[in-house]
């Protein structure tokens, strides 16, 4: 069994910074894709940054120039740096990944998610 683990997050003024870290756990699997989602109050759950096992980044329009997402593929692993937050970055941000399973006589698609981390961005 898989799972990511995130870590990171808080509280921080506007203008300020944080760093969101997911990695994943377990054996016998491969990442195609490792992503954060954020889901505002009140809001749908939304993709805010990616990337691909290749390197290829996907990051959306509302953050870029500002966040960064960057990934460890020997670690699993995948991180959001976040400059100059604003109040409607504040939200709940999910790691998610989708791969392949090996545990089994077959590979079997693998889409799993974090359990989340608040970000909190004051005015």
């Known amino acids: 069994q898989v799972q990511l683990v995130e870590s990171g997050g808080g509280s921080v003024q506007a203008g300020g910074s944080l760093s969101l870290s997911c990695a994943a756990f377990?054996?016998?699997?491969?990442?195609?894709?490792m992503a954060w989602y954020r889901q505002a109050p009140g809001k749908e759950r939304e993709l805010a940054a990616g990337q691909l096992e290749d390197g290829t980044t996907y990051l959306t329009d509302s953050v870029k120039g500002r966040f960064t997402v960057s990934r460890d593929n020997a670690k699993n692993a995948l991180y959001l740096q976040m400059n100059n937050l604003k109040p409607e970055d504040t939200a709940v941000y999910f790691c998610?990944?989708?791969?392949?399973?090996?545990?089994?006589?077959?590979?079997?698609?693998?889409?799993?998610w974090g359990q989340g981390t608040l970000v909190n961005v004051s005015s």
């Open positions: 377990g054996s016998a699997f491969s990442l195609k894709i």
């Open positions: 998610n990944a989708e791969g392949l399973s090996y545990s089994d006589y077959e590979p079997l698609y693998l889409k799993i």
